[in-house]
């Protein structure tokens, strides 16, 4: 008997710790639920991607195929075919973007033919209806050092390539288009008179203006007829050679008949082996001319773009020089910055009546389809193929919401209502306007417009935001994150982005006062600062407006203390070591700052402490370092914390209860340098550098690698990306520092740099990455309390989201209380299920960019690249957040249901009551 | 004299013809070399214009093939080296491949292993690429059955007791059953089973520490 008690004694407890091991599970399980991916229904609910395929090089329109599309070749080696009545990308093939990917030629015969690369060049050809690649050959120039002043064009189904060698000869190849096979020799003409700079291809004509000044030649070659026929004309049959400063161009657009502009007043045609001038001459110096063939002859088109006068298109005919008024097209509100027909297309329709399409090539990158009569089909800013710098701008809250704000605000209210009655009229106003607004979108429901875009104020979440994106080629865009609708858009020609930086100097949490915004870049040519001040919800110049300085900039950041009027200042730092502070009068404010200056190419560092001394702040010298030493390292990536994180969990639990404090030290950067080494080839070393007092924090050297442009750093936590030479991988490195079992400082004391002389503890560990990334970052939430996830963009089009367990350097051990880490690998895990963009490839993501959403599990994440990805992540689940599938409908039913029962089993009791009490 | 010239001119061109047919074996002279290979797309998709989605990257789009309707791709212009090819589908995956081309224009392939580098599982080259599945994005949405309802232990729990309160009494009724219960105890009075109070009384005593642990175990839970 007492054996058994015992034997279910043992067994008793057996079962509990088993079911104590199973709410482990369990806990582990609901806690680190790796799989982070969307349920099938939810695609396109929270995402949206854009194709883009940058500025166009080269176009054509495919009017053969049943489909009538536009095919496009681009700066960014796009070979895209567009669709004709949307723009849409219908197909679309992305070449290397290095310069073995280059388009040199597009041309349509019943293939879309391409020539790319930079010798040795890949001639293909493609299916224009279903982009399937339908041959390829290869072809390399012996002449390595010329083979940059090749021309290639197609010619009765046969390639030329013409390479000049400038002073003595031309050099003609032809190709058979399909095969590659060479027809005819390689033939030299002879051509003394070929220059540089002076010298236009109109197929298949080879022009120059040659000659002594005073007496230039305008002299014209067919390369490609069997007899050297050479077409001479003076040149001062055309121009007055006194005013003459040279300038030779071929016409814009893919026209089949060779003409060029002189001194870009003068056109002139090749027929018949001869030139002839027309009697249109050039409408504007800047004006795009192009010469289309139509049904009634040839026409020259010219477009161009006025300050005062806005678009102008015209049409003149080449025979009679006679105007075609039906294409003019004048229009003041149209802005096309620097248009240029990129091609063109006239058809005449039934009832004789002329149908054009022209399709421009601006200076902002943006092309556009026009009709005849100046309608804009449809535009395509493809600006954004090339974003450089990323803002995420809270909106700001509905007039309502701000006045019942500030009737909470301690200070107003105490300046307005003095006495608890004036309190509660203004509480009984802003609640009837409140009435009033509900009622009106009640009756607004009822009306048509549903789909009517959402006004641009902040929504109950915080979801809803607007993002600035900074492209390269200066055209500044707001677009809403939710749809991808670009809202405003602002263009500056002088903006050089090379190493611009955007500043959310106020956001618009400060009624009256508007959100401001400002960009820091440089001007085009002389390279000296240029900030542009804007309210990132209209687009609209506000501030400083745009300044020009006259000076290059060295650094700038924002003051960390916002003004009177809650601007945060802006920061200068100039080439002669000056300060400028953006508004003056925000300098006495300058206490505690540190700047710091990093040379990429030389890997030298200087620290800078910003003093107001009365008068102005001051820059003074405070530390410096040279990272690579003397072996010559260059700085791949300098890497500070985001400026608005705020770390709320100052520490992780241990199993054993122990809690291990985190190193959160706000001024740490990461510099990732490469450099040669004598004995290993290359080493990569990462230096955290304390960037207040130039103390090195940690250090982390790799032999035999190379390393990325890719890190993160955030918290106490960094991790960076290099590629290991010796096992021909891609690896990435983590670093932990942690302050010990103890606090430094007590709880809630800020920290300082400049007075902690210890070290804190490092924890190391690189995992492989069995990919090629092209971009990292963290996902970052409004209080840094849900877990950090590392987003990464790989060279296959995907984004992969990679919880930060598994690049934990603890990994294999156990976790906070008892949480299971996973189990030692070598390699990181990239499941399918990990990919935040499931199927929708992106073409190479360049950079990915996370902002904190109003709700504290969610982070908005856009990656750039040739396309826009946007997405929202969860890392922990949205634990503040009802999932969108929660089935209202069901719980309704159930209460309802519960309801009636409770009711009608009180009523069935109470009859049973009386029943028995009649017993 | 014309004819003459004419003549001359024909054997030029058939001279040129000649030399053309020795351009690609010039090309590898230069130390570029071409990947070759075989896409086999997975078969629901070989109907549609799948080569258009799938394309080729050589060490992560250093190089970029393109693929031809009928499966093949060409990798042109690609120095001597140590290559990882991969195919690159929005729905499939293809398991990539490491190409070496040595110095005299040798090639190899093998089966791409990052952690033990040194590793050689060769493959056939020129290569024959299949789709090996197709990649699982998404969560399966969790549907509602009855029978995910009825194996519910809480609504176990709830509809066990009510079996035995409605059923127990209605089978004591039962004089046939009653008889078969009163079998039941005297059967359980005959054997050695131990006194139920007895055991509980020693389970309780000696179980503190299990019953401490169950408690601690609820204070956790809570927690989370």
Redesign the interface.
Same mark, same amino acid.
């Given at each position: 008997? %007492?054996l #058994?008690?015992i034997y279910?004694?043992s067994n008793?407890?057996g079962l509990?710790?088993c079911?104590?091991k199973l709410?482990w599970f369990i806990?582990f399980f609901?806690l680190i639920n790796l799989?982070v991916?969307?349920?099938?229904?939810q695609i396109g609910k929270f995402d949206w991607r854009q194709t883009y395929v940058g500025r166009i090089k080269f176009s054509q329109f495919d009017t053969v195929s049943t489909a009538k599309k536009i095919i496009v070749a681009t700066e960014e080696n796009v070979l895209a075919a567009l669709n004709l009545k949307t723009g849409q990308v219908v197909?679309r093939?992305?070449?290397? $973007?290095?310069s073995?990917?280059n388009i040199q030629l597009l041309a349509i015969t019943d293939k879309v033919v391409t020539v790319s %690369?930079a010798n /040795?060049y #890949?001639v293909?050809g493609w299916?224009s209806a279903?982009?399937? #690649?339908?041959?390829?050959w290869?072809l390399?120039l012996e002449n390595d050092d010329q083979s940059d002043f090749s021309e290639w064009w197609v010619q009765n189904d046969l390639l030329i390539h013409m390479l000049p060698v400038f002073g003595s000869h031309l050099e003609v190849s032809m190709y058979h288009l399909a095969t590659?096979?060479?027809? %005819?020799?390689t033939s030299k003409l002879p051509a003394s008179w070929a220059r540089d700079s002076s010298c236009v291809v109109t197929p298949p004509y080879y022009t120059c203006i040659s000659g002594e000044k005073g007496s230039q030649q305008l002299i014209s070659l067919d390369v490609t007829s069997q007899a050297v026929q050479l077409i001479t004309r003076p040149l001062s049959e055309y121009v007055n050679l006194e005013t003459y400063d040279g300038g030779i161009r071929a016409v814009d657009g893919s026209s089949v008949i060779p003409a060029f502009t002189i001194e870009d007043k003068k056109i002139i045609m090749i027929k018949n082996n001869k030139f002839e001038m027309l009697t249109t001459n050039v409408g504007d110096a800047s004006a795009s001319v192009a010469l289309i063939d139509i049904a009634n002859g040839p026409v020259v088109l010219q477009a161009w773009m006025d300050d005062n006068q806005g678009f102008t298109m015209t049409a003149h005919s080449v025979a009679t020089g006679a105007e075609l008024p039906e294409l003019r097209v004048t229009d003041r509100n149209l802005k096309l910055p620097d248009p240029e027909v990129s091609s063109a297309v006239c058809t005449k329709s039934n009832r004789e009546q002329l149908v054009c399409r022209v399709l421009f090539n601006c200076g902002d990158d943006s092309m556009h389809l026009m009709q005849q009569g100046g309608r804009v089909l449809w535009s395509r800013e493809e600006a954004l193929a090339n974003v450089v710098a990323i803002e995420f701008v809270e909106l700001p809250v509905s007039d309502l919401d701000a006045a019942i704000e500030s009737e909470f605000d301690q200070k107003e209210a105490a300046k307005m209502y003095s006495s608890i009655w004036a309190a509660f009229s203004r509480r009984l106003q802003t609640q009837f306007t409140q009435l009033q607004t509900l009622i009106q979108s009640i009756q607004r429901g009822e009306g048509l417009e549903e789909d009517a875009p959402s006004a641009l104020v902040r929504d109950y979440f915080g979801l809803h935001k607007i993002i600035v994106l900074v492209t390269d080629v200066g055209k500044i865009f707001g677009m809403d994150n939710l749809s991808g609708a670009i809202l405003w858009q602002y263009y500056e020609a002088d903006l050089d982005t090379e190493g611009v930086v955007v500043f959310t100097r106020r956001t618009a949490r400060h009624p009256p006062n508007d959100a401001y915004l400002t960009v820091v870049g440089k001007q085009e040519g002389t390279g000296n600062g240029l900030i542009i001040s804007l309210n990132p919800i209209t687009g609209t110049l506000i501030g400083e407006r745009l300044l020009k300085l006259d000076v290059q900039l060295l650094q700038c950041t924002l003051l960390h203390r916002p003004d009177n009027e809650k601007l945060h200042a802006l920061i200068l730092l100039d080439k002669e070591e000056n300060v400028q502070v953006l508004p003056r009068s925000a300098a006495p404010l300058v206490e505690n700052m540190f700047m710091y200056v990093a040379e990429r190419n030389t890997a030298r560092v200087q620290g800078y402490a910003l003093v107001f001394n009365g008068q102005e702040v001051e820059a003074i010298r405070t530390w410096l370092i040279q990272l690579g030493g003397a072996a010559g390292a260059r700085i791949v990536r300098a890497l500070a914390k985001p400026p608005a994180e705020r770390v709320h969990s100052p520490g992780r639990v241990l199993p054993d209860r122990s809690v291990l404090y985190k190193y959160v030290n706000p001024n740490l950067v990461l510099f990732v340098t490469e450099g040669p080494d004598p004995v290993h080839k290359d080493v990569v070393v990462a230096t955290c550098v304390d960037a207040a007092s130039g103390a090195i924090v940690a250090a982390q050297v790799h032999r035999r690698a190379r390393a990325l442009p890719h890190a993160v750093h955030t918290e106490h936590y960094l991790a960076y990306l290099y590629y290991n030479d010796k096992?021909? &991988?891609t690896e990435i490195a983590t670093l932990e520092l942690y302050e010990g079992k103890t606090r430094w400082l007590p709880a809630g004391a800020a920290f300082s740099s400049l007075s902690s002389e210890r070290a804190p503890s490092v924890e190391r560990q690189a995992f492989?990455l069995?990919?090629?990334p092209?971009a990292a970052a963290t996902t970052v939430t409004e209080r840094s309390l849900t877990d950090k996830h590392v987003l990464l963009a #790989? $060279?296959?089009?995907a984004v992969v989201e990679v919880p930060w367990v598994y690049l934990e350097a603890r990994r294999g051990g156990s976790g906070e209380e008892g949480v299971v880490l996973p189990a030692h690998a /070598?390699?990181l895990p990239l499941?399918?299920?990990a &990919?935040l963009n499931?199927? &929708?490839?992106l073409a &190479?993501p360049a950079a990915i960019h996370a902002a904190p959403a109003g709700l504290e599990s969610t982070s908005l994440v856009l990656t750039t690249g040739l396309d826009l990805f946007y997405t929202r992540v969860a890392p922990s689940k949205t634990f503040d957040l009802l999932k969108d599938?929660f089935d209202y409908y069901l719980i309704t039913v159930v209460l309802a249901g519960l309801i009636v029962a409770t009711y009608s089993t009180k009523y069935f009791a109470s009859r049973k009551m009386l029943k028995q009490a009649w017993k | 004299m014309k004819q003459l010239l004419s003549i001359v001119l024909s054997v030029?061109?058939f001279s040129?013809?000649l030399?053309?047919?020795n351009?690609p074996e010039e =090309?590898v002279g230069?130390g570029?070399y071409?990947i070759e290979g075989k896409v086999f797309p997975p078969e629901e998709l070989e109907l549609g214009?799948w080569? +258009?989605d799938t394309?080729i990257?050589v060490?992560?789009?250093?190089?970029?093939g393109?693929?031809?309707?009928d499966g093949t791709f +060409?990798i042109?212009?690609v120095p001597s080296g140590?290559y990882v090819v =991969?195919i690159?589908h929005?729905?499939y995956?293809y398991e990539p491949v490491r190409v070496e081309i040595n110095s005299k224009g040798k090639f190899r392939a093998r089966k +791409?292993n990052?952690?033990q580098?040194s590793q050689v599982i060769q493959v056939p080259y020129p290569l024959r690429l299949k789709a090996l599945s197709k990649?699982?994005?998404?969560? +399966?949405?969790e549907q509602w059955r009855l029978t995910d309802f009825l194996f519910n232990p809480m609504v176990i729990m709830m509809i066990l007791p009510l079996l035995f309160i409605m059923i127990l009494p209605k089978m004591m009724n039962d004089p046939e059953t009653k008889e078969d219960l009163k079998q039941i105890s005297n059967l359980a009075k005959m054997s =050695?089973m131990?006194e139920m109070s007895?055991?509980f009384t020693?389970?309780f005593s000696?179980?503190a520490?299990?019953k401490a642990?169950?408690a601690k175990?609820k204070q956790?839970?809570k927690r989370?």
């Open positions: 008997m %007492g #058994l008690s279910f004694k008793f407890l509990l710790k079911l104590n709410n806990v609901s799989s991916c969307i349920y099938e229904d197909w093939h992305v070449f290397e $973007s290095a073995t990917g %690369g /040795p #890949l293909r299916d279903t982009g399937v #690649l339908q041959w390829e290869s390399s590659g096979q060479n027809r %005819g020799y096992h021909r &991988r492989i069995s990919a090629a092209t #790989l $060279s296959s089009g /070598p390699e499941s399918g299920d &990919r499931y199927n &929708r490839t &190479r599938d | 030029c061109t040129h013809v030399s053309a047919v351009v =090309e230069n570029r071409s214009p080569q +258009v394309r990257h060490n992560g789009g250093e190089y970029i393109f693929i031809r309707g +060409v042109h212009n140590s =991969e690159i929005p729905d995956m +791409v990052y952690i580098t990649f699982r994005y998404f969560q +399966v949405r =050695e131990p007895e055991m020693s389970l000696g179980g520490a299990a642990s169950a175990a956790v839970k989370q």
